[in-house]
């Protein structure tokens, strides 16, 4: 580290200092000091963001689709993602990649096991709502997940990672 504080102050010097010495002793002098610099130095290279990816269209039988996976892990991922990073995260669920998908919801009679009366399908069956993971269907959930009844956030293994369910109580 010190060598190389050494070795820019000596460069620097040349490139402020020499210059009334000529032109010919300044290119030598800098290729002398070039080549003392270890190979390791390379120039400065701006990092490069990776290119923006935009999301595939949404297809238009959504709701067809969402029959065939309605519940399960990663359903309709790839088109909903971007509007359930802004639906989740403005009703403060922290949701992660994958986790959050369409579904359906039942109404139970109130048990231990069910003390909000609300079953979520997740995962193929059906876990208990409770009233700190129930969020209810408004207006800051973007337009295109008002379509399904509920919604779930929980991981592959349902109801043991179930984090929140949007419901649509409107009927």
Not at 33 to 40: A, E, G, V, Y
Not at 77 to 99: N, Q
Not at 117 to 140: F, K, M
């Given at each position: ?6 070795l ?19 290119d ?44 399960k ?25 994958g986790r ?8 139970v009679?109130?048990?231990?096991e ?7 399908w997740?995962n ?17 959930i ?8 509920a ?20 009927g």
């Amino acid at each position: 580290m010190l060598r190389k504080l050494a070795l820019t102050f000596l460069l620097l010097a040349i490139f402020v200092v020499m210059p009334a010495h000529g032109q010919e002793s300044l290119d030598k002098s800098t290729s002398d000091i070039l080549k003392l610099m270890p190979h390791t130095l390379k120039p400065f290279t701006p990092i490069q963001p990776p290119p923006i990816q935009m999301p595939e269209p949404v297809p238009k039988n959504l709701l067809e689709l969402a029959d065939e996976c309605l519940g399960k892990y990663q359903c309709l991922h790839k088109w909903l993602h971007p509007s359930y990073s802004v639906a989740f995260a403005r009703i403060g669920c922290h949701c992660y990649s994958g986790r959050c998908r369409p579904t359906t919801y039942k109404t139970v009679e109130v048990t231990d096991e069910y003390p909000m009366g609300i079953a979520i399908w997740a995962n193929d069956r059906w876990c208990p709502v409770t009233a700190h993971t129930l969020r209810r269907n408004d207006s800051r959930i973007p337009e295109i997940l008002r379509q399904f009844k509920a919604h779930v956030c929980a991981g592959v293994n349902g109801c043991e990672e179930f984090e929140c369910a949007i419901l649509d109580t409107r009927g």
